[in-house]
């Protein structure tokens, strides 16, 4: 049985940090594209970062140089460190593996809710 689970959201304050975990089992972590993406209230779901099973890694504009993905392949996790938060990163946040072999394989977690304000 696949499962990703996200933890470590919470309430923070503007400028404040968090860190997003997504513990990963059922499948050759290392074998998979990993991303976490989010969902606001009434918007689409954005990726904000991706990793790939090479270490490579792309942001979406809004957080780079406040946010950074890694992961660790032995303990099959994969993480979001946010810094500098700020009110619109406020959501759900997601991880997704992609199968590199065949990318339409693809699971995600349930998600972690991430709340900034005041």
């Known amino acids: 049985q696949v499962q990703l689970v996200e933890s470590g959201g919470g309430l923070v304050q503007p400028g404040g940090s968090l860190r997003l975990s997504c513990a990963v089992s059922?499948?050759?972590?290392?074998?998979?594209?990993m991303s976490w993406y989010r969902q606001a209230p009434g918007k689409e779901r954005e990726l904000v970062a991706d990793?790939?099973?090479?270490?490579?890694?792309n942001y979406v504009d809004s957080v780079k140089g406040r946010f950074t993905i890694s992961r660790d392949n032995a303990k099959k996790t994969l993480y979001l460190q946010m810094n500098n938060l700020k009110p619109e990163d406020t959501a759900v946040y997601s991880c997704?593996?992609?199968?590199?072999?065949?990318?339409?394989?693809?699971?995600w977690g349930q998600g972690t809710q991430v709340t900034v304000s005041p």
């Open positions: 990793i790939s099973i090479s270490g490579s890694k």
């Open positions: 059922g499948i050759t972590f290392s074998g998979y594209n």
């Open positions: 997704h593996a992609k199968w590199t072999v065949l990318d339409t394989l693809s699971f």
